[in-house]
C-alpha cells in the first residue's frame, strides 16, 4: 500500500524559507513522477512542481519558478520541497502525490501539511 506523508510546514514570517519532505513508501517508485501541490483558503488546489524519481528531471508551474526547488533522496525514498522568500499569498495547505510515468493524473497522495505566511 503507498504511502505518502508530508511534514515540514508551520509558521514563518515573509521572505522566510521552509523545507517540506515526502516521505514514500509501498513501492518502488523508479517508474513514477512525485508532485507537489498546494491549496490556499477558499481556492482550487494548485500545481507547483514535479519530479521523475528516476531521471531527476523536473518541471515548475510559473507560480513555483524561481522560489522553488523540488528534490529527491533516493535512498531515504523520500521527495522535498524548498521554498524560499516566502509570501503570504503562499499561505495553504502542501500535498504530495505521486503518479506512475505512463499516468496523466496523479494516483496517490498525502493527507497534506500546512504552510502559514505572515505579513
Known amino acids: 500500500q503507498v504511502q505518502l506523508v508530508e511534514s515540514g510546514g508551520g509558521l514563518v514570517q515573509a521572505g522566510g524559507s521552509l523545507r517540506l519532505s515526502c516521505a514514500a513508501s509501498?513501492?518502488?517508485?523508479?517508474?513514477?513522477?512525485m508532485g507537489w501541490f498546494r491549496q490556499a483558503p477558499g481556492k482550487e488546489r494548485e500545481f507547483l512542481t514535479f519530479i521523475n524519481w528516476n531521471s531527476g528531471s523536473t518541471y515548475y508551474a510559473d507560480s513555483a519558478k524561481g522560489r522553488f526547488t523540488i528534490s529527491r533522496d533516493i535512498a531515504k525514498n523520500t521527495v522535498y520541497l524548498q521554498m524560499n522568500s516566502l509570501k503570504p499569498e503562499d499561505t495553504g495547505v502542501y500535498y504530495c502525490?505521486?503518479?506512475?510515468?505512463?499516468?496523466?493524473?496523479?494516483?496517490?497522495w498525502g493527507q497534506g501539511t500546512q504552510v502559514t505566511v505572515s505579513s
Open positions: 502525490a505521486a503518479r506512475s510515468l505512463t499516468n496523466v493524473s496523479y494516483d496517490f
Open positions: 509501498g513501492r518502488t517508485f523508479s517508474r513514477y513522477v
